[in-house]
């Protein structure tokens, strides 16, 4: 499901509410966590999962093309995990 696949199907589960209305709360949503993931802090969304920010280390890599070595510089990747009641639903438990 893309973004404009959501906002589509939330305006139409929700018609008292314009179109534009459910885009600007989707996107200050996806801002909000982004905002916060940007900081450093953990996003938890109870029943989902939760959002953080893992540490990846510097290290050596290789060239695919050459084979010669190249330093990776140290960086932030973001890390999602699912919560009980997101796994037990996709596992058929719910």
Do not use: C, W
Not at 71 to 76: D, G, M, T
Request: cysteine-free; glycine content about 8%; overall charge positive.
């Amino acid at each position: 499901m893309t973004k404009s696949e959501l906002i589509a199907k939330l305006a139409q589960t929700h018609p008292h509410l314009y179109q534009r209305d459910v885009e600007r709360i989707v996107s200050t949503i996806f801002e909000e966590v982004t905002t916060a993931l940007a900081r450093g802090d953990r996003v938890e969304l109870r029943g989902f999962g939760a959002f953080s920010v893992k540490a990846r280390g510097a290290r050596t890599g290789r060239n695919p093309r050459t084979g010669t070595s190249v330093k990776v510089a140290e960086k932030f990747v973001p890390y999602f995990k699912t919560g009980k009641q997101l796994r037990d639903k996709l596992n058929g438990r719910a």
